[in-house]
Structure formats: C-alpha cells, structure tokens
C-alpha cells in the first residue's frame, strides 16, 4: 500500500471519530469516560493532582459532498466504495434489513403455502365425509386451490447458472419446503406430479449438494416413489435420461452422484424397479423411437457405476426393490450380477 492510500485510510478512520453519537465510537469514548472516572476517584483520594484527562485529537477533515464513489487500492481484492467508508453502519444496516426482509419474506411465503395446503387437506377431508351430490363442488373447490399453491411454486426448467436464485429450488433447500412439496403431491394432477419428479431428477445434483447437512431430502421419496409408480414407459425414460446426462461442470454424473446419497439412490432404485415391472407385465408399453436403445444403455450405465464405485462410498437407500436383480439377469452376465448382488446387500 502506498503512502497516499495509508493516508486515505487513516482520513476515513478519523473521520468516524467525529461524532457526538456514542453509536458511531462507542468504545473509544467508553474508554476514556472510565479514564476520568479512574482519575477522579485518584484525586478524591489525594493521590494524584488534578490535570486534565488525555485526549485523542483528531484533525478536521471537512467532509466533501462529492468524491468519487469507488476507490481502487493496487494490490488488494475488489474495491472500497467511499459511501460505505463514511457511513459504515448505515451500509451494514441495509444489509441486515435486506436479509431480515428477504428472510422474513421467504418464511411468510411458505406459512402462507401451508396454511393454504391445511385448508386443502381439510377439504379433503369434508369431501370423505360429504354427501355424494355434494362431491363435485367440493372437488372442484379443492382443484382450485391446488392449483393456486401449485402455480405459486412457479415450477419451471432453468439451468445450472440459474438454480442459485430458482424459487422452487430454494423452497427445496429447507426442510419446511420439502414438508410442503411431500404433503402438495398426493393432492396434484398426474402432469403436475410428474412434472415436479422430472424438476426435482433434473436438479438432481444441486439439491444433494444442498442437502448434505440437513438430510432431509428422503422426506420426498414416499410421495414420489408413488409418482414413479405411475409414469408410462416413455415419462420413465424422460426421467431417467435427467440421471444420465453430462454436466458441464462436473466429471461425474448425477447418476454416480445418486449412487452416494440416500435420496438418490432410493430414487433410482425406484425407477429401474418400475421400469422392470413394466416390462415384466403384459400391458401395452406405447414406446417412443429409441426408447428401448435407451433404457438398456441405462441398465448398462448403472451397472457400471454400481461396479466401480467403493462400497464403503455406496449409501443404503431407503428401500431395495426385490426386483432390481431380475432386472440385471436380463441384460447382464452372471458374474456381474453376483458381483453387483454382494455389493448392493
């Protein structure tokens, strides 16, 4: 730093010391209020004479209405901007209102979302209780609602840049908004359900990354694992293509991702669970063009990152589907299938 910057910096400190505000140097003026009660005392007692206490003085710097707002040091990270320098605790009060509000706001939102999901769940409930001809105004009104919370949630596709600042994805980062999201999903349409289950596959990685210390994303595996019941064969492969996609930002997966998180891996388990059952059964599939190619490129893809990844590292879903072995025998040889049984019990 050179002289003329060392000197601005001691103008902006001296600055703050002239104030009458005991807010603006508290400790400096505490100090030396107890300074001359200390002194005081001494003279009373006849062991000192009396002489004025010292004093910091400070030279007057007459504050100039214009300056330039930015101040660039060589050598130091980023910039000061002056403003903040000559009203200190009127930038820090900004920004702690700015983070009460945005905090404040963000709680207001999801009490509102329950409360509005509470009075859904009480129609729900009247609708059990309900004479038959009064069922369809009560669905009706219990549709409207729904709606309302599942619009609020403004559920959309964005990228990675934009996950950061996602409504949605936000309200999945505390555990109150996955209560929400978990309780909101038996009451949605299939296309809302799905839609949520292909957002929340899609984001995959962000939301373990996020979740790493509260854990509370199994919290959503019951409501989905019964979305995932449902999906056609061609919504399965949708789903399951959001797994297996690169990330420009990471070498590994999502499905490898998945492999070492709770969530993850019992979300997986239950889409290759459904997928064999559908395949299993006689009813029609209505796949799309490739939609075959794809879905045995996964079970591939899947067995080779089950393979390769430490067991110690693999976390125990929430639920093993009897099923997933069936599934293995059917497009792999039987070594690997012994290998991948041992390392998945």
Known sequence: ????????????????????????????????????????????LGGRNKQEPPKLVTPFIQKVETYDSVVRIAGSLGQVAVSTCYSPRRAIDAVHHALVEEVDGGEARLVGLFLQLLKVEEMQWKMSLALEEEQPCCREQKSQKVE????????????????????????????????????????????QAEKILLTITHHLPFLMKKDVLDESLSLLY?????????????????????????????????????????????????LLSHGERLLSSNAPLEP?????????????????????VPKTLLVEPLFLPSNLLSLFCRYLDKHTVHQLEAKME
Not at 169 to 190: D, F, I, N, S, Y
């Open 148 to 191: 309302h919370i599942y619009q609020v949630l403004k559920i959309r596709a964005c990228g990675s840049e934009e996950e950061a600042e996602d409504e949605f994805l936000q309200l999945l980062c505390v555990r109150k908004g996955k209560k929400l999201v978990a309780r909101l999903l038996p009451h949605l349409t299939r296309e």
């Open 1 to 44: 730093m050179t002289s003329k910057e060392k000197d601005w910096v001691i103008k902006v400190e001296m600055i703050q010391l002239q104030s009458e505000n005991m807010d603006d140097d508290y400790y400096y003026q505490m100090y030396y209020h107890q300074l001359e009660h200390k002194q005081a005392k001494e003279e009373l």
């Open 288 to 308: 799309r063009s490739g939609d075959f190619e794809t879905w045995t490129d996964t079970v591939f893809l899947v067995a080779r990152e089950l393979s390769q």
């Open 222 to 270: 019951s409501p989905l694992n019964k979305v995932v019941g449902g999906l056609a064969f061609s919504k399965l492969i949708e789903v399951l293509q959001e797994m297996t996609r690169p990330l420009p930002e990471s070498p590994e997966l999502p499905l490898a991702m998945a492999l070492k998180n709770q969530f993850g891996i019992s979300l997986l388990y239950s």
